[in-house]
Nanobody, 125 residues
């Protein structure tokens, strides 16, 4: 069974850091580009960050550039999102997504083949 499971969400204060993890099973990680999306209450899902299957290229939404970093560890079948200088606007459910390598631009647009169920990040002072 192909599955993505996110973890690491929680309650943080503005300015804090957080690391989200996504563990994949049932798929060959190195064949997939991976991404993070998020959805805040009352808003549409939006792209956050993505990493190619080789790990050599990444892409970020402008609102997180310089603060968030995506990385992957294929040996552990995991993808990470390091979040720094978190602001209240970063509060959302964060979803992990996967798409085969040829579908890179589709992945950036949210056309992923596999989605996780999400992990909640709450920001409150």
């Amino acid at each position: 069974q192909v599955q993505l499971v996110e973890s690491g969400g929680g309650l943080v204060q503005p300015g804090d850091s957080l690391r989200l993890s996504c563990t994949a099973s049932g798929l060959t990680m190195r064949s997939y580009g991976m991404a993070w999306f998020r959805q805040a209450p009352g808003k549409e899902r939006e792209f956050v960050a993505a990493i190619t299957r080789s790990g050599t290229n990444t892409d970020y939404a402008d609102v997180v550039k310089g603060r968030f970093t995506i990385s992957r560890d294929d040996a552990k079948s995991m993808v990470f999102l390091n979040m720094n200088i978190i602001s209240p606007k970063d509060a959302a459910v964060y979803y992990c997504a996967a798409a085969t390598g040829s579908n890179w631009y589709g992945l950036l647009k949210g056309n992923a083949e596999v989605w996780g169920r999400g992990t909640l990040v709450t920001v409150s002072s």
